[in-house]
């Protein structure tokens, strides 16, 4: 029989269905008061629904609850022991498991005050970015028992289900460093339902004693995962047994399998290759699961309110980061904010200009503005938007430029009107997908990555990189492209690739304003993403042959052509510090240790050196200087920092 909870005005009724029809059981009586009677007056009860000449009701015309809406207890187990080797290799780790797994099967407790039913919406866990699913069975207790064989626990069990663990797993790494259990990673939501089905409406898909059902994840019509529940690894009548060890459980008690091999988002995670990962679940996903025999659940995924922040304590054990100061000189107070660099122009300022505190700008016309790059995250990008509201409250905002690629220059494009035309280069728009996607990034917050989480971790910890989707160019440009604004002239040129495999400025010949983005870093270290060097000196060049006498940096105070010339001697620098050493027969990782930074070592971020001369070796050398991914650079430059870094 297949058993529902289901929603009416007067309270929650119970039924048994058929034919897509509810019989419904009297008022008042609960699926758990049914089910602690056994398996034989749960048959006795239903049949007598169906055959009570009582008004039936259809299936789709109500809303279904869970089967059991408030278990008295939820334990999620691990009976799949492949999923926890995906996992683990997800997260770079190896697949070999401890012998605990082998030994024992693992549990744990579930919340019962938030299981929702087959077809709610749920609510991203406060505070995730990594919001996951994960498709999973459940077997219900009948009629309790205290230190049962796997045989009696088998016969102990009254029904199944389908079970959705909603998985918070920014929340469930970052508490893993606690080793005392799950927690707020896991109590967002869990799915139950949409019926619950008795043993022996699953005999035709019994096999050697197992259930083999055919299971299917989707999210949005895509295919995420399918399988087979035969291939647990630990039966249900062998977790219940070892649950039961001096525990009394009780009718409605409810056990998850642990998650079918593919059907969730973090076994599909590649560290190696961000960007074939599916993606992690935002604000208007539908998931579905559908499992042969029991039904299908779909659900939409809604946002979430922003959590209470609580103030971290002092490790007294912790090296305290060292004092970060922009020593460059500026022609305005560089603070945060909105500052006015010339006529109906202005400059938005986040110091201290490292990693993810990168500048824009907005230019005004008559009825029309355009803003130059979003920000890192959504509250910052909001914060910027709110505080130029007084000028595009007058002059809407009709365009906005991204100079590059870098999330923190477009993290924040999908706040802007979708009557703002973005427009890039050609190149900027290509790279965008194959950035690092937002929501990764969390990973710098959240894991272990040994020697360099410290590291990453201040760089990285401030940001918020929850619900950012990404926005790509409405328009692109090759070369040079005008713009009018306004009846103002807001001129875009392409002088990549440098920074990036393409670096826009824009520049306001009428106020002598150039927005430089990443070509210019004034008091913190340029990176060199993609070169050449000698592409970036030019265009160090045609950026002081503008004539532009106010220049906004990507990163760092409001400069002038000094600030220019300063990152083109830095970058000269580097050419010389790495020819001189390439010639010398000195390999990239040494000649990094041991490179004079002379007067830029007190820019901020000094260990990006790595990287800019790993970009030169690879022009010098392409052969024997092989190509290195972004996190294995990122690791070297923690080294580099914690051995010889001032910054």
């Known amino acids: 029989m297949r058993w529902v909870t289901y929603e009416t005005d007067d309270g929650d009724r119970v039924g048994v269905v058929d034919d897509d029809r509810i019989h419904p059981i009297g008022p008042g009586v609960s699926l758990i008061d049914l089910i602690g009677q056994g398996s034989e007056k749960l048959r006795a009860a239903g049949e007598a629904a169906l055959t009570s000449e009582a008004h039936t009701v259809p299936l789709a015309g109500v809303r279904l609850r869970a089967p059991i809406p408030r278990p008295p207890s939820m334990r999620d187990c691990l009976c799949f022991l492949d999923h926890m080797r995906n996992c683990q290799q997800a997260m770079g780790q190896p697949r070999t498991l401890k012998d605990a797994w082998y030994q024992i099967p693992a549990f744990y407790f579930a919340a019962p005050s938030t299981v929702v039913g087959p077809y709610d919406d749920v609510a991203i866990s406060p505070g ?51 080793a005392i259990g799950q927690a707020k990673g896991k109590d967002g939501a869990t799915t139950l339902g949409p019926f619950l089905v008795t043993p022996d409406e699953l005999e035709p898909y019994l096999r050697d004693g197992r259930l083999t059902l055919r299971v299917e994840a989707t999210v949005n019509g895509r295919v995420i995962g399918s399988g087979r529940t035969d291939s647990m690894d630990w039966s249900f009548g062998e977790v219940v047994s070892y649950a039961s060890r001096g525990v009394d459980l009780v009718p409605g008690d409810v056990f998850g399998s642990g998650t079918v091999p593919g059907c969730c988002l ?92 990168s500048n824009a700008g907005l230019v005004a016309g008559e009825g029309a503005s355009i803003l130059v790059d979003t920000l890192f995250d959504l509250p910052l990008t909001a914060e910027m938007l709110h505080a130029m509201g007084h000028v595009t409250a007058r002059h809407p905002l009709t365009h906005a430029v991204l100079t590059h690629s870098n999330g923190d220059h477009t993290h924040g494009n999908q706040l802007l009107g979708e009557g703002v035309e973005i427009v890039a280069a050609t190149a900027t728009g290509a790279e965008m997908p194959h950035e690092m996607p937002a929501e990764l990034l969390t990973a710098t917050q959240v894991m272990d990555v040994g020697p360099a989480t410290s590291y990453l971790r201040e760089r990285f910890g401030p940001f918020d990189f929850g619900g950012i989707r990404l926005r790509l160019p409405d328009r692109t440009y090759d070369g040079e492209l005008t713009l009018d604004v306004g009846g103002r002239e807001v001129r875009l040129t392409n002088l990549g690739p440098a920074h990036t495999g393409a670096d826009t400025v824009v520049h306001v010949p009428d106020a002598g304003v150039l927005f430089a983005g990443d070509l210019l870093f004034v008091g913190c270290t340029p990176i060199v993403w993609s070169g050449p060097v000698g592409n970036w000196i030019a265009a160090c ?53 041991t490179v004079d930074l002379g007067e830029y070592a007190t820019w901020l971020d000094a260990e990006r050196i790595v990287v800019n001369l790993h970009r030169r070796y690879r022009e010098l050398d392409p052969e024997t200087t092989p190509e290195l991914n972004r996190l294995t650079l990122m690791a070297m430059m923690a080294d580099w920092d914690a051995t010889r870094g001032l910054s």
């Open 128 to 178: 995730s970015s990594w919001f996951d699913f994960e498709l999973e069975i459940a077997a219900v207790i009948g009629p309790g028992g205290r230190d049962l064989t796997p045989e009696q626990a088998e016969e102990r069990i009254v029904g199944y289900t389908v079970y959705n663990d909603w998985s918070a797993r920014d929340l469930q790494t970052h508490e893993a460093a606690l």
């Open 266 to 357: 973090v076994e599909h995670l590649s560290l190696a290759d961000p960007a074939s990962f599916p993606g992690w679940l935002k604000d208007g996903d539908v998931v579905e699961l559908a499992v042969e025999g029991l039904g299908r659940t779909r659900q939409t995924v809604r946002a979430s309110a922003r959590p209470y922040a609580l103030t971290p304590r002092e490790n007294p054990d912790r090296r305290p980061p060292r004092p970060r100061v922009n020593r460059a000189p500026s022609r305005l107070p560089y603070t945060r904010g909105l500052h006015e660099v010339g006529a109906d122009v202005w400059a938005w300022l986040l110091p201290d200009g490292g990693y993810g505190l």
């Open 541 to 593: 060049d045609r950026m002081i042959a503008t004539g532009a006498h106010t220049i906004v940096p990507g990163h760092g105070p409001v400069t002038d052509p000094d600030g220019v010339l300063a990152v083109r001697g830095y970058l000269t620098h580097v050419v010389e510090q790495a020819d001189a050493a390439h010639a010398r027969g000195v390999p990239f990782a040494e000649a990094a240790k």
